[in-house]
């Protein structure tokens, strides 16, 4: 998910808060939640190569120099293919050259541990991001930041995958994107704390800016996570507002308190959602939700109806 090129202000609310979920092939509004693009195709360049008898697909989006390949592709790659440089098919002594050279080739790749680490953290990176929908722009982020954090000598002794995990979750918290610590861990399958811990040690090391994702993308990202009906982000919305200048939310997490919001929101316009729910999508306990959820009501002096 990344800032949009598509749409610059929404049609709804005029913002210009508008963003892209290539996961969810979707172009939308950070502050009224209104969908404005649907069914999209991430715009990434195809690549054939002449090299292959078929012409099939060898690479796709091959940046020429970029930190997801260990060596930023600054290399000389020789062929496998059956042609040489002038169309002719390599045959005799030319094929057995071609083969000593290709199998030198793939050993100078990896030199050592460090190229080996950076290799196996390039294809956690490639996995994780495809399966949280990360962009290209951030997945280079992740990249670069591991790559610095390697020449720091921070990933020495530690899992790479755990690694790769908590910068992917730093990343999307400096972009300012509501991804919740809880929801990453669930989508790889690691765990919560662990992540989080790798996280705080490494932001701490890189110095890595900390930005807190604003309560109103979480209530947006939430409704349309949970297929919540749009009055539903309407509504929070609004209380979102009278919450912000009765001072509710000074201190406490943006994921808790927007998923209580949410959970007066629904009471408010007669959707169903339960906090179980909510719990399992923000990463917060039903208790913390049910604290939010009585200040809200209480402070705002909002009557709900059983």
């Given amino acids: 998910m990344k800032k949009s090129d598509i749409s610059t202000k929404c049609r709804e609310c005029n913002s210009d808060k508008i963003f892209t979920d290539y996961s969810r092939g979707e172009v939308f509004c950070g502050n009224c939640g209104a969908i404005l693009e649907e069914n999209l195709i991430e715009k990434n360049p195809t ?3 002449g090299d292959s008898d078929n012409g ?17 592709n600054l290399r000389t790659e020789i062929s496998t293919g059956k042609y040489d440089g002038t169309g002719k098919v390599i045959k005799g002594r030319s094929k057995e050259s071609v083969y000593r050279l290709l199998k030198a080739q793939s050993l100078s790749k ?3 541990g460090n190229e080996r680490r950076h290799i196996k953290a390039i294809q956690y990176i490639n996995g994780f991001s495809s399966r949280l929908g990360m962009p290209d722009d951030m997945r280079e982020m992740v990249g670069k930041t591991f790559k610095e954090a390697m020449e720091k000598r921070i990933t020495r002794g530690r899992n790479t995958e755990y690694i790769v995990a908590s910068l992917i979750y730093g990343v999307f918290r400096n972009y300012g994107y509501p991804r919740t610590l809880s929801e990453i861990a669930d989508e790889l399958g690691l765990e919560r704390k662990k992540i989080g811990r790798y996280y705080r040690e490494l932001a701490r090391k890189l110095d890595m800016e900390q930005k807190m994702p604003d309560i109103q993308y979480f209530i947006t990202y939430f409704t349309r996570k949970l297929n919540l009906p ?18 509710i939310k000074d201190g406490k997490t943006p994921a808790g308190l927007a998923a209580a ?3 007066v929101a629904c009471k408010k316009s007669g959707s169903k959602v339960t906090q179980a729910d909510l719990s399992k999508m923000s990463g917060v306990t039903e208790v913390t939700i049910r604290t939010r959820y009585k200040e809200i009501i209480n402070r705002l002096g909002i009557t709900m109806q059983d």
Avoid at 230 to 243: C, H, L, N, P, T
């Fill in 230 to 247: 749009k009055r539903v982000s309407d509504e929070g919305m609004s209380i979102y507002f009278s919450a912000d200048a009765a001072g």
């Fill in 261 to 263: 919001i949410i959970y």
């Fill in 56 to 72: 099939e697909l060898v690479s796709r989006n091959p940046n020429t120099n970029t930190f997801m390949s260990h060596d930023k």
């Fill in 47 to 49: 690549i054939f190569s």
């Fill in 110 to 112: 990896v030199n050592n």
